[in-house]
């Protein structure tokens, strides 16, 4: 499937600290996905986007669909260590197939 | 409770041997997928199901082979023709994809 561009590509972030990361691509999506993967794990759906300006939130993660359906954002406020892991964006457009980012991995500074 | 269950968790293969990967799911989902990552990689997908006894290739299928006899289940077998099958292997099923899917805890299959 086609890859997303997700960036940054790693980040170490300092505890308590609010962080973004982002997804594009050059087609247009229907829906945008956010996952989670915890080390030895597989992923977890964290936010689902189904509308183009759409903004959802869950706890202390926001998401955002973008207006042009090309990108899509993930905010994490007041970062804590368990926060750790590799977050995954996903797009979907017509048929039975996501397609992914290549991953943002998150380390915490205590 | 309804999920999708990958064993075994940890696999070890010997050179030239072909070894299978279970993927079972609950869901009643209709299409379901095998993905491999690597680290720094993302994920790559290998096959993929959207009905019984068919599916489709993906990116990075050469090596691999699959079936799919029932709704509950799609076994990934690694043939002793994929050059570098050390992995972490992800199973996925979706009822429609755009609610996203639901993947299994993975099995990691080193080659010694």
């Known amino acids: 499937g086609q890859q997303l561009n997700q960036s940054p590509q790693s980040m170490f972030i300092q505890e308590g600290e609010d962080v973004s990361m982002n997804c594009t691509s050059s087609s247009i999506f229907n829906t945008w996905l956010w996952y989670k993967q915890e080390p030895g794990e597989g992923p977890v759906l964290l936010i689902a986007l189904y509308k183009a300006g759409e903004l959802t939130s869950n706890g202390r993660l926001t998401a955002q669909f973008g207006i042009t359906r090309k990108d899509s954002f993930l905010n994490i406020s007041a970062s804590i260590p368990s926060d750790v892991g590799i977050y995954f964006c996903?797009?979907?457009?017509?048929?039975?197939?996501?397609?992914f980012g290549a991953g943002t991995t998150v380390t915490v500074r205590a | 409770d309804g999920g999708i269950t990958q064993s075994p968790k940890y696999l070890f293969r010997k050179e030239g041997q072909n070894v299978t990967l279970s993927c079972e799911q609950n869901?009643?989902?209709?299409?379901m997928y095998w993905y491999r990552q690597d680290p720094g990689q993302g994920l790559r997908l290998i096959y993929y199901?959207?009905?019984?006894?068919?599916?489709q290739k993906g990116d990075i299928a050469e090596g691999y082979s699959v079936s799919r006899e029932k709704k509950e289940s799609f076994p990934l077998t690694v043939t002793s023709a994929q050059k570098n099958p050390t992995a972490f292997y992800l199973c996925a099923s979706t009822g429609r994809a755009g609610d996203g899917y639901t993947f299994g805890s993975g099995t990691r299959l080193t080659v010694v």
């Open positions: 996903a797009g979907h457009s017509n048929d039975y197939k996501l397609s």
């Open positions: 199901s959207q009905i019984v006894n068919d599916f």
């Open positions: 869901l009643n989902h209709d299409a």
